[in-house]
Structure formats: C-alpha cells, structure tokens
C-alpha cells in the first residue's frame, strides 16, 4: 500500500477512477530501480536528490514517489559512525559545556576532549555526531523482490488498495468465494452474500456500518484486495466517501491489477482474542480432535456460510463444524441465525451468553455451547464426546474381540494407530498372546528375559538401552512390573533398585 497522499486518482465524471501505471512506464521503473541500485552505500540524502531528478521527465512526480515508496520498504539504511552516535553526542555536549564553548577553537578543544575519552580522533567524533540523522543514514543493502515489469504490479495494486481506505462498503463477485469469505473473516469483517443476476454478490462492511457510515475499516478493505484479485474472474465495486462526497468505485479483472505474488492476510489469524485464546487451550490438551481453522464453506440455502473452525476426528472421516457467535448486533444475530436454519452438517454453536439465543439455536437442531468473555474448553470437549463415543463404538465394533500383533512388545497408541482407530476403541480387547503392562503389550517369554537380564544396582541409562532393544518406551511400567524402582542421582541419572 502506498501512503494517501501519493494517491493520483481522476474524479471525473463524478466517478473515482486510480491512475495506474501502464507498459509504458517500465523504463521509469527500470529507472527508480536502477537509482536504488546505484547508490548502495551512499547517504540517503543522495539517493533522495537522484531520485528528484527523475520527476520532471515523470508523468507525474506522485508516479515517482509511489515507485520509490514501494522499493524503500526493500531497503536497509544504516547509521555509519566511527563512534555511536548518541554516545558520541553525550561525551560532546558534556565537554562543550565544561570548556563553555563560544568560538571554533573552543569547539576544536571540546571535541579533542572528547575524542580522547573515547579513544579517537576529533574527527571521527565529528562524523559520528549526527550520523544516525535520517537524510545521513547509508544505503547498507538494497533487495528488491521485483523487476520493473513487477515493480509496475506492485505499484498498481499499491495504488487500488490505497484508493480503498476511504470505502465504506464492498460488492465483490469472485470465481473463488470460499478464498474471499475466508479472508473477510480473518480480517474481522462484516459480511453477507446476495444472490444477483450476475451470481452470489460478497457484501462487505465493518461492524460500524450497522450504526453509521465509518472509514476507520478502509485498511483492512485495501488488504483484502490482494485476496480478490487472486481469483481468475472478479468485479469489485467500492462505495468510496471522498471527504464527504459518496462516490463508486469499480474494479475488475479487466483492470492492470494482478498480485505480484505476497501472500495475503496471513499474518492475521484469528476474528478474536477469544478464538485465538479458545485454539490454544484447545490444542494444548492432545485430544483426538485436529482444530482446523477456516474450513471449506457450508450450504445454507441461498447462502453460504463459514464457520470459525472445524474439529476433524483423526481416526475416522469424520467432521463437526464450529462457529462462534460473539457480541454481535441483534441485527447479526438474527441473520446468522437464519443461515442456520438451512445448514444440515454437524454443527457446535459457542454463543456469547449476553445474547440470549442459546434456546434458539438448539431449535435448530445444532447444539448451543454458552461462554463468557472465553468458552471453556471442558464444554466443547464434552460436546464433541457425545460424537466420539459413536465413532469408538463404530471402530471397535469392526475389530475382532481378540487382537494378536506381530511384535513382541508394543505401546496401545502404537496398536491403535496400525489399525486406524483411537485408544479407546481397542480398550476392552483381549490379547492372548501378550501382557499389558501398563500402556504397553509384551509377550511372556520377553519379560521373562528382561527379569533375567535386569538386576540391582544396574544402571537406569542401561536398563533404558535394554528395553528399547525390544521396542519398549515406558520404562517405569516394566521395572514396577518386575519389582524396581528408581534411585535418582540428581540430574546425571539414576540406579535400578529392588523395591520392597
């Protein structure tokens, strides 16, 4: 994005139309490149004059400070200084004021003091004095992504979403819905779909806009552009408030705005701190459950509709949607709940309790989970057990009640995870030729030799060679098995002794 006030737009017609850069203009971008690239090395002050030099020959001086605008942000500059600056300003100022400075040769001697405080020379004390100034700072490096074909993309685009920070609602038709409800969402936007002639018409706003027209959301507007503009077939139109005057504002694929290649909106995640909050916690408890964030959009009626999350069960094709109703507007609340009338997929409701929905959404035949100011994680466990429990039902059922594995000895995960089913699942089966020992199953000859094998006084270091010997992980199990335990020596280990 460019900053507004290197925004060229033409007004005429009472539209508002950005004055893009077309092919004409890649050698004055080949240019500005080429001025970065010349003056690594140099003073800021000097690239500044160079590049002020290419205005007069520009077709408008904005063009040149846009292009230049964009490459700054693929630039380092750097104080270079002998002494640190600010040190060096403090060690000076401090003499300049014990020798009381009041002509050049007082000047000289205060710097000569404090050159030889800080072991230097008045000269270096002179250079380093304002080298961290803006206009004096070097070109250290200078890395541009793009060559100017692509410094013109960068620029374009830079200029549409520049253009949007004054809009106050979007219309967008896209050939890829799914990517631009998604990004609305992270972006924490408003959103509704329309059915029109044309297709299903993405309505954007900002949560002010059910009270007044706002700007304030005209950032986060220009970021989603680089979503919309990703899609093969797209119209956007903006309603732009342009210092009180309403104005449209139209876009398509038509237009010379093409994604130079930056990923969009993946810097934000989370619609909230509840959600962010909620997804950690969650993940945290190792469940059998993998939280997916944005899953693919559902059916509902003539809309569509995009849950916060989705719960995929790791051993079975098996989903349940999530959606997070916050503190919305009574006018938010009623429409998406009457998006929930129409979804027939397994669906979990978090409901801010302020909103007094909870019954409601329970009549529609999706289970209501009540939170405030955070859900509680044991809750949405506890609704997602109800589905477990049929899913263990239904794996277990397709096993046999006796269960031989080929190894000698291995961990019940690791069981459950061979035949693609949870732990649970092969809980209550029998296992005719091995012992449970703890989370593990050993055949007998195995633990007769590692009772042969083990002794007192061995190593805990060895005895965890041994037993990994025969695939077994769970240590403390076995040695409590055959009746030891562990001495600890502080943290350089331990030794095997009998118990009892």
């Given amino acids: 994005m460019l900053t507004k006030d290197l925004l060229r737009v033409s007004r005429a017609g009472g539209g508002y139309h950005p004055q893009f850069a077309g092919r004409e203009h890649r050698p004055l971008a080949a240019r500005v490149l080429g001025t970065y690239q010349g003056h690594v090395g140099e003073p800021r002050s000097a690239l500044?004059?160079?590049?002020?030099?290419?205005?007069?020959?520009?077709?408008?001086?904005?063009?040149?400070?846009?292009?230049?605008?964009?490459?700054?942000?693929?630039?380092?500059?750097?104080?270079?200084?002998?002494?640190?600056?600010?040190h060096a300003r403090n060690v000076a100022f401090e003499e300049a004021e014990a020798v009381g400075v009041a002509c050049d040769s007082d000047r000289k001697t205060a710097?000569?003091?404090?050159?030889?405080?800080?072991?230097?020379?008045?000269?270096?004390?002179?250079?380093?004095?304002?080298?961290?100034?803006?206009?004096?700072?070097?070109?250290?490096?200078?890395?541009?992504?793009?060559?100017?074909?692509?410094?013109?993309?960068?620029?374009?685009?830079?200029?549409?979403?520049?253009a949007l920070f004054d809009a106050t609602e979007l219309r967008v038709l896209s050939s890829d819905p799914k990517a631009l409800v998604s990004a609305v969402k992270r972006l924490r936007l408003m959103y509704e779909i329309r059915k029109t002639d044309r297709g299903r018409e993405v309505v954007v706003t900002g949560p002010d806009a059910l009270f007044r027209a706002t700007r304030r959301y005209g950032t986060r507007f220009a970021r989603l552009l680089r979503t919309v503009v990703k899609a093969d077939e797209w119209r956007l139109?903006?309603?732009?408030?342009?210092?009180?005057?309403?104005r449209d504002f139209t876009l398509s694929d038509s237009d010379p705005v093409r994604p130079p290649g930056a990923e969009p909106v993946s810097d934000v995640s989370f619609d909230s701190d509840v959600e962010r909050e909620f997804a950690a916690r969650f993940a945290a408890l190792g469940l059998d459950w993998n939280l997916v964030r944005e899953p693919e959009p559902l059916e509902a009626g003539a809309k569509v509709m995009i849950p916060d999350f989705a719960f995929d069960y790791r051993h079975a094709d098996f989903r349940v949607f999530f959606e997070i109703m916050g503190f919305w507007t009574p006018e938010y609340v009623?429409?998406?709940?009457?998006?929930?009338?129409?979804?027939?997929?397994?669906?979990?409701?978090?409901?801010?309790?302020?909103?007094?929905v909870g019954e409601e959404i329970t009549a529609r035949d999706h289970r209501a989970i009540p939170y405030s100011a955070r859900i509680r994680v044991k809750?949405?466990?506890?609704?997602?057990?109800?589905?477990?429990?049929?899913?263990?039902?239904?794996?277990?059922?397709?096993?046999?009640?006796?269960?031989?594995?080929?190894?000698?000895?291995?961990?019940?995960?690791?069981?459950?995870?061979?035949?693609?089913?949870?732990?649970?699942?092969?809980?209550?089966?029998?296992?005719?030729?091995?012992?449970?020992v703890g989370r593990t199953?050993?055949?007998?000859?195995?633990?007769?030799?590692?009772?042969?094998?083990?002794?007192?006084?061995?190593?805990?270091?060895?005895?965890?060679?041994?037993?990994?010997k025969s695939g077994i992980e769970d240590a403390s199990a076995i040695l409590s098995e055959l009746g030891y335990a562990v001495e600890w020596e502080g943290l350089s280990g331990g030794t095997v002794r009998r118990s009892g």
Wanted: charge should be negative.
């Fill in 48 to 86: 500044q004059s160079a590049l002020a030099d290419l205005e007069p020959d520009a077709p408008h001086f904005k063009l040149v400070r846009g292009l230049a605008k964009l490459l700054e942000r693929e630039s380092t500059f750097e104080p270079r200084a002998p002494v640190h600056p600010e």
């Fill in 111 to 162: 710097l000569k003091h404090a050159a030889d405080r800080l072991d230097a020379t008045p000269d270096d004390i002179e250079r380093s004095l304002y080298a961290d100034l803006e206009e004096r700072q070097i070109l250290a490096s200078f890395d541009s992504r793009w060559n100017p074909d692509e410094l013109v993309a960068q620029y374009n685009l830079s200029l549409a979403q520049t």
């Fill in 237 to 246: 139109t903006a309603t732009i408030d342009d210092s009180g005057t309403e």
């Fill in 334 to 356: 009623e429409k998406k709940l009457s998006q929930l009338d129409s979804v027939e997929d397994e669906l979990l409701v978090a409901v801010d309790e302020s909103l007094g």
């Fill in 379 to 436: 809750d949405v466990r506890a609704a997602l057990r109800r589905y477990e429990d049929e899913l263990v039902a239904e794996s277990a059922h397709s096993l046999p009640d006796e269960i031989v594995p080929d190894e000698d000895a291995i961990s019940l995960a690791d069981l459950a995870d061979n035949h693609g089913v949870s732990e649970d699942a092969i809980e209550d089966k029998a296992f005719p030729e091995h012992d449970r």
């Fill in 441 to 468: 199953l050993i055949r007998p000859a195995i633990l007769a030799e590692l009772r042969d094998e083990i002794e007192d006084g061995m190593a805990y270091s060895e005895v965890e060679k041994l037993l990994a």
